[in-house]
């Protein structure tokens, strides 16, 4: 693991990706080109922005069920109820005012490749959009877990908004002496650190709220803490101990909502006060067809986030796999969603321009993770495009060699780096969004 200090990571934290040079624009005599966009989370948000700013004549057209984007980022904030859901909705009127994006209210239903045409359900029914090229960032859909899982009930709140709320209340309800349960995914799934994050932003509420006895049991589906291990090490057997109880190696065997039960390979927890179920993830279901990694992602040029089948179909944040040089792929992150969209915006409008592909980019990733509600941590990756290489150090391929990750030191868990956060989240829903 690279050293790095608090100063070096805002600046890398500030730039999600870098090009060697922006695409020229799209000349205004040809007939403006068709850029579809499914989802409007980070990663649609931003492609439609910068393929609206750096092509200027092609159309762009943001497909989207919701009337705003609810993050997950700070989510876990709105859980113990220190910011609001106002605080982490984020509106589409400046993608449509600044930047002349067409928003569509609807659902993406089903994608004919070969005559490039996207189907949308929409209020008033079904639309046909004819595209030049189309990119799909759906988030993440959610393998069931066995048995008889109701999110209903059990909230996984890892995709913002009445889920969240839900999660919210349940905590809020809980009282001394209870137990607040959540699973861990398997890996690779949205936010390495997020589950550990929750699993402390819940502890430290519960003994700031006076709920003396109370528990907070994480049962990780990995061998290990994913991300961050020495922050959350700490945070677990330190600032939370006594009140977490981590287990990893706990894969999910059945989950009964109705009693908020749920057995793993490891411990069986019966009648919990909260059942925080974070299932397994995969791409989302608009991605159906194309092709997968063992994981359930879609395999992408790390170049264009172009699909193996169709050169002019992309996929870009969570739902994709970009391989990496230490055996796992990037990290699922709104960062990173962000940092693809603008290589992936510059590779189509390049692409409509006739132009060859750019090989000089550069990625990154960024998370700040809530210990308390006074202090946070930090993690952050860097990848270059070339080569990767498989465990023996032989190459492998070509993929997004993982520069240096770097990670806070304990002394930088603390008050600025939790400050820093808002500045972070600010600067990245602006980024995206504005
Ligand atoms: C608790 C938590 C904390 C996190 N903290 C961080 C953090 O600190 N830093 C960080 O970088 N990341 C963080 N993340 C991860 C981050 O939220 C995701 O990685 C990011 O949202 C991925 O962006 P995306 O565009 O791929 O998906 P999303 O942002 O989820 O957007 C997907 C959009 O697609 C829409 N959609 C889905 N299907 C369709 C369809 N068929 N038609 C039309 N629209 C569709 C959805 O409605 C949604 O709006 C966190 C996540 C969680 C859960």
Redo the contacts with the bound molecule.
Sequence with gaps: MTAMNRRQFIRLAGASCALAALPRAVSAATTAPRVVV?????????VAKYVRMWGDNVQVTL????PS?I??????MVVTGDLSMNRITLGYDALKTNHGVSVLQ????GIDAAGNRLT?STYSGHQVLDYDHLVL????AFATPPGNWKPGLTPH????GSQTTLLKNQLAAMRGGDVFVMTVPKSPY??P???Y??ACVVADYLKRKGRTGAKVVVLDANASIQAEPEAFGHAFSVTHAGVIEYHPNAVVQSVDSDTRSIVTTVRTVSNAKVLNVIPNQRA???TRGLALDAAGFVKVDPLTYATAAYPNIHV????CSVPASDGKGVP???????AE?KVCANAIVRALNGETVDEDIATN?????PITNRKASWLSANFLYGDIYDAAGKVKGKGMHRLDIGEAPEKEVNGDSYED?YQW?DS?FADSFM
């Excluded at 960032?137 to 993440?140: C, D, E, F, L, R």
């Excluded at 709140?157 to 913002?160: E, G, L, N, R, V």
């Excluded at 699922?332 to 962000?338: D, F, I, P, Y």
Aim: glycine share 18%; with cysteine.
């Design positions: 499914v989802g409007g989370g980070f990663g649609g948000a931003t497909v989207e069920p919701n984007h993050s997950c980022i700070l989510s876990n609807g659902r993406a239903m949308v960032a759906p988030g993440i709140a890892w995709q913002a949205r936010c650190p997020g589950p994050e929750r989302g279901t608009i870009i944040g969570d739902s699922k992150s709104g960062h990173m969603a962000n969209a990733s960024a998370c700040y993770s956060m989240a990245l």
